[in-house]
Nanobody, 125 residues
């Protein structure tokens, strides 16, 4: 288990930007694939973006491609989600998650064993 702490959420107008951060408490951060997920009220938690341990491989859900960018700084044990051109439908609680080992595009919620507490993102129209 890895302790994860998200920050950077908030209220933004449509078309605006936010950058989420997730700090991990582990000395082997680069051995973990990381993901950002979100959950809107009344909906299942869904994948947003995922990144491999060395940052060389990334996957995005179609709804955020071209607007969101996932990145990581292994020297700081931190993963980021840059969100541009935010829309009201992006409103949700955003969670970061970690899993040891490799990354595949079909990995979902059940494949990640460590989760942060979540940070609220609200986009007004």
């Amino acid at each position: 288990q890895v302790h994860l702490a998200e920050s950077g959420g908030g209220l933004v107008q449509a078309g605006g930007s936010l950058r989420l951060s997730c700090a991990a408490s582990t000395s082997t951060f680069s051995s973990y694939a990381m993901g950002w997920f979100r959950q809107a009220p009344g909906r299942d938690r869904e994948s947003v973006a995922k990144i491999s341990g060395n940052g060389g491989v990334t996957f995005y859900e179609d709804s955020v491609k071209g607007r969101f960018t996932i990145s990581r700084d292994n020297a700081k044990d931190t993963v980021y989600l840059q969100m541009n051109n935010l829309q009201p439908e992006d409103t949700a609680v955003y969670y970061c998650a970690a899993r040891p080992g490799g990354l595949s595009p079909w990995l979902g919620v059940a494949d990640f064993g460590s989760w942060g507490q979540g940070t609220q993102v609200t986009v007004s129209s």
